[in-house]
């Protein structure tokens, strides 16, 4: 399985990004999609996460800014993210979960976003 994360990058505070995520190696259909992220000194923290059906969750810093969305005829995830803040910056992982694993089995490489004040 590979996970090719891209879309990251620097923007001021209030900008938008938009990061994919471009899956491979198995079918993905029934998974949950989704991001991670972590920021220099800090744990990794749960983002966002689609189901095989679209059904979604969010972490609650990020509810209301961030949109997950995924097309399973190309193998891809889409994580919109607009009024940016500074506390946003972090290397942003892609992420898959089979639908019948207790934990995120396949992580991509990372893609950093840094948000400027």
Request: charged letters at 20%; hydrophobic letters at 35%.
């Amino acid at each position: 399985v590979q996970l090719q994360a891209s879309g990251g990058g620097l923007v001021q505070a209030g900008g938008s990004l938009r990061l994919s995520c471009a899956a491979s190696g198995r079918t993905f259909s029934s998974d949950y999609m989704g991001w991670f992220r972590q920021a220099p000194g800090k744990e990794r923290e749960f983002v966002a996460a689609v189901s095989g059906v679209g059904t979604t969750d969010y972490a609650d810093s990020v509810k209301g800014r961030f949109t997950i969305s995924r097309d399973n005829a190309k193998n891809t995830v889409h994580l919109q993210m607009i009024s940016l803040k500074p506390e946003d910056t972090a290397v942003y992982y892609c992420v898959v979960r089979r639908f019948s694993s207790p934990r995120y089995d396949y992580w991509g490489q990372g893609t950093q976003v840094t948000v400027s004040s």
